[in-house]
């Protein structure tokens, strides 16, 4: 028998050629045939086996038949050899072929078969070894000997694929943890380690390689719906940088800095944000939605409730010291372009009506409220009969009325008395002097707007 490799002579019974070492039952070649060590030629040449009948002659045909007892037929010694000749020749090859078929489907004589080869650097071969092997049994212990020949061959994408396979079957063992952040470092894929030990949800794995963990940025409000919240602040462990965005896009290194709180605006907000930490492992993006309403002010308070009165009251509403009130009396909503209101007004005679709103600090504006009023006092002196008597007074005491009016368009009461209260009037402008007359005396007086106070004529 020759060797395949250096075609020197294999004596009988050798399993490794005696000149270059090689094995003559070459397992990863073998496709159900008998290897090379097996004399194919020798195998299927058929000897010849001589014809040893002799063709009878009469005399002894007719001899036999005449014959009570048949005699037993004489030993053939040369098919006896024969016979032995092909066995010699037989079975040696098929227990050769037994043995090398054996082999092929053993797992145990091909992992070692794989480590022998992965062992002197032949990295392809064991690959090949190493792929058969692991059809022949699931096992830890050789899918993480092919993930080693993958590794010596430089072939990282495929050895992580053979190691996360054996993950899925043995997910407490370090050992597979270790072999794929090995592959990871060699591509330099930082990401991928952070991955790996993220979804591991393992707190001892995380320890144990933090340089590669980089946890998501945390935020000093949840998400959800807020009136004027303070500033958002992200945080995260460690000496990296935070990115963030505001409009519900991925932050990257390209994003906004993180520098300091983040301002909320009137609306729907997304922040979303990552953090980067010293060796550039990018953490998971974390988001929150913020609904930001802002203090919208309540309606003033009436400080008079609408309805129908008999007695005067001032009018007007009470509201927060930060807000400034507005108001109408026309019917109309009113603005911030309208009157402002100071201190509570008289109330007028007959219907009237005043709505108010509040501004708060912010520039919001509150819902109006109104008051609706009729006032009808149970007067003894008619309403033009106390014009009459201011404008009468007045001449009296020399001052000249003419082109001037009264009008009488309020009503006052100070717990005592209840008086109308006169505007004076030159031609359509009012003078800012008022006066007041006692609805059921008729008692003359001047009366102070700013003061609502009435004094002797």
Known sequence: MQCKVCNAFIPEGYMYCPVCGEEIIIVSDFDIKIEDNIDVAAITKTAEIPDVGKTEDKRTKKHKQNTEKIAPAPINKKLIIALAVIAAILIPGFIIGGVSIARYFSYDHQYEKTKAEYDRGDFKQAISTGKHMNSLGNDEKGKILLADCY??????DAAIAVLYDALGDYPEDVTLYDRIIECYKAENNSNGIHELINNSNDSTLALRYSEYVSISPTFSLESGTYIEPDPIKLSAPGDG??????????????????????????????????????????????????????????????????????????????????????????????????????????????????????????????????GNYTLNMNVAIAKDMAEYAISYQLMSGGEITIGKSYKAEYGFSDGKRIYYIINEYNGTSSTGRMFAVDIKSGELFRFSKEEKRCTGF
């Open 151 to 156: 590794m010596g061959d430089h072939n990282y």
């Open 241 to 370: 940088k935070i990115y963030y965005t505001v409009d519900g896009s991925e932050p990257t290194e390209e994003s906004l800095p993180y520098m300091g709180p983040i301002p909320l605006e009137t609306g729907t907000t997304v922040i979303s944000a990552i953090y980067i930490n010293e060796n550039g492992i990018v953490s998971d993006i974390v988001s929150n939605t913020y609904n930001v309403e802002l203090d919208v002010p309540d309606p003033p308070e009436l400080l008079v409730e609408s309805g129908n009165l008999s007695i005067p009251e001032l009018v007007g509403v009470t509201a927060p010291e930060d807000q400034r009130v507005f108001y109408t009396t026309d019917g109309s909503i009113p603005t911030t372009e309208s009157k402002e209101y100071t201190t509570p007004m008289l109330m007028p005679l007959g219907k009237s009506t005043f709505i108010f709103i509040a501004e708060s600090s912010n520039g919001l504006v509150s819902e109006p409220i109104a």
